[in-house]
């Protein structure tokens, strides 16, 4: 049995492929850098991240874009002897006019470096990469405004989109029809999108033609998948799924889903990716093979597997910034963190210089993690010595620019050192406890613990040869939900650190860990 989900925490709207006995995934990673993450499996159980594919400020540009902008949904195809990936950069999304600008990056070495960007169009997201058997290639994308796919040949010489541009389904009646996958299968053309929204009235729908220019009918069984929302212990969300088959011949479909924190309806892990087995039906329709139409939490492993082990990912992390490089899992604001981030400047130390401060969409020094799991732990430990109340450091459980709480040392207006706790909601910053008097100088030590089954935080801090203490009262986790602040990525901890003097202060941590209960 596979369980799931199989990408657990902030991996949505995932795209799969097989290679021989590879199997790759790609999620989004809005407006964290770097862009996109891309996971292996040979068992479709266990998964690891491989490095990312936009790691270059020319391949994506994330500066000013807004909170659950940035890159959504990535498409990755492979064509027998390259690798594509497709993305939108997200810049603006409120109102009525999107701006979601589509490129194209590839590779002949999934492993090794990834083009520039080949602008497509900006017309809509999700865009998708369609080879055909014949050879064509197409762009398969939604419009903004939910008005349909949109299918156009594109040349793979020159990357231009070539001949019409054709709207092929206009969707069914769960609307919001985006997240587009094409698949030439048997004689039909199958069309696969996302529907409902991304929330809990999430689905998937499935349509077909003899022509990839349509009409496309739309199954009879639709929605393939959607949850259960009798039953929040179930996965929930499910929907913007894709799909793909074994060397045996047997078809899974990956898709997003959330698992709330128990007893609310709040994701602190945003959106995250499981599996279900697929089989065809006696009228071409593919089904899940258990039944029905709500996302399982277990799902039939593949015939003639041999499983991979691989070091599990999320039971907990404890960084002492011995290496050279960062760890995989670090993820910043908008920006490449080497811009802001170093390990070499003192050895087991990671230094971290002050740039903008946490509300900005530009240059923000905050290095971070995506919490793992409902009850947990992050703690950090850090050398900074502030002289201005413009200089601040400290340790974040944050959602985006917009929604966090911050502990963190700073100056208040006559130059004492002081510990602050801070929280922003919608960008409307509130001080939860009285500033408390702290050494300047050496380490202190800074914790953030997740209680009741992911409900309530309490943060804690240690100044030198002292104990543990209190800071502030316990907390509500429901402002770093997607709930709460209406995003798409799930919470996060992180170090960090801001100098709005301009004179470039740096805090220095010792180590970073976060631990699962
Ligand atoms: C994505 C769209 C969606 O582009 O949410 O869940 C958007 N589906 O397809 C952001 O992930």
């Known amino acids: 049995m596979i369980q799931t989900p199989i990408l657990t925490v902030f991996c949505p709207d995932p795209s799969i492929i097989r290679v021989g006995e590879d199997y790759y995934i790609a999620t989004s990673t809005f407006e964290w850098w770097p862009g996109v993450r891309i996971f292996h499996s040979r068992d479709l159980q266990h998964w690891e991240q491989i490095a990312s594919p936009l790691v270059r400020t020319s391949q994506l540009n994330l500066q000013g874009d807004p909170c659950s902008g940035g890159v959504w949904a990535p498409c990755l195809t492979y064509d027998g002897s390259r690798f594509y990936l497709l993305f939108t950069d997200v810049k603006t999304k409120k109102g009525r006019f999107y701006n979601t ?30 080879h055909d058997r014949d050879g064509k290639k197409y762009l398969i994308n939604m419009i903004n405004g939910f008005k349909g796919i949109l299918v156009q040949e594109i040349d793979p010489d020159s990357w231009q989109l070539v001949g019409e541009r054709k709207l092929v389904y206009g969707g069914t009646e769960m609307r919001y029809t985006e997240g587009p996958h094409m698949y030439h299968i048997g004689d039909w053309y199958y069309l696969v999108v996302a529907e409902g929204g991304t929330g809990y009235e999430h689905g998937v729908t499935m349509a077909r033609s003899k022509s990839i220019w349509g009409p496309f009918e739309t199954a009879p069984n639709n929605p393939i998948i ?20 074994t060397p045996e011949g047997e078809w899974y479909m990956v898709h997003l889903c959330s698992r709330p924190v128990p007893g609310t309806n709040w994701c602190t892990l945003g959106r995250e990716t499981a599996i279900q087995k697929m089989v065809w039906d006696e009228e071409g329709w593919l089904r899940m093979e258990c039944g029905g139409n709500f996302g399982q939490l277990t799902t039939a492993s593949p015939k003639g597997v041999t499983e991979c082990v691989y070091p599990d990912d999320l039971e907990g992390f404890r960084d002492d910034f011995e290496g050279d490089s960062l760890n995989v899992r670090y993820s910043a604001p908008r920006a490449d963190f080497h811009e802001f981030a170093d390990l070499s400047a003192r050895a087991g130390y990671l230094r971290l210089k002050g740039r903008e401060s946490m509300n900005s969409w530009h240059k923000v020094s905050h290095l971070a993690v995506r919490q793992q799991c409902f009850t947990c732990s992050a703690e950090t430990a850090m050398e900074f010595i502030p002289t201005y109340a413009e200089q601040m450091a400290g340790l974040s459980y944050a959602y985006d620019a917009l929604c966090f709480y911050l502990l963190a040392k700073t100056c208040d207006d006559r130059g004492e050192t002081v510990l602050v706790l801070l929280k922003s909601d919608g960008g409307v910053i509130t001080d939860e406890m009285e500033p408390i008097p702290v050494p300047a100088q050496g380490k202190m030590q800074l914790k953030v613990e997740v209680l009741d089954a992911g409900r309530i935080c309490q943060f804690f801090y240690k100044v030198p040869g ?26 996060h901890f992180g170090m960090y650190v801001h100098d709005m003097t301009g004179l470039g202060l740096y805090a220095d941590f010792d180590y970073f860990s976060v631990e699962c209960r």
């Open 466 to 491: 002292g104990d543990w203490q209190q800071a502030g009262e316990k907390m509500s986790c429901e402002l770093v939900t997607d709930e709460h602040a209406r995003g798409f990525t799930g919470a």
């Open 101 to 130: 600008h589509n490129y194209l990056v590839y590779t002949d070495d999934i492993y090794g470096e990834w083009s520039e960007p080949v602008y497509l169009n900006s017309i809509g997201f999700d865009p998708s990469l369609f």
């Open 226 to 245: 959607t949850s259960n929302r009798e039953d929040m212990s179930m996965l929930q969300k499910c929907g913007h799924g894709d799909f793909v088959d």
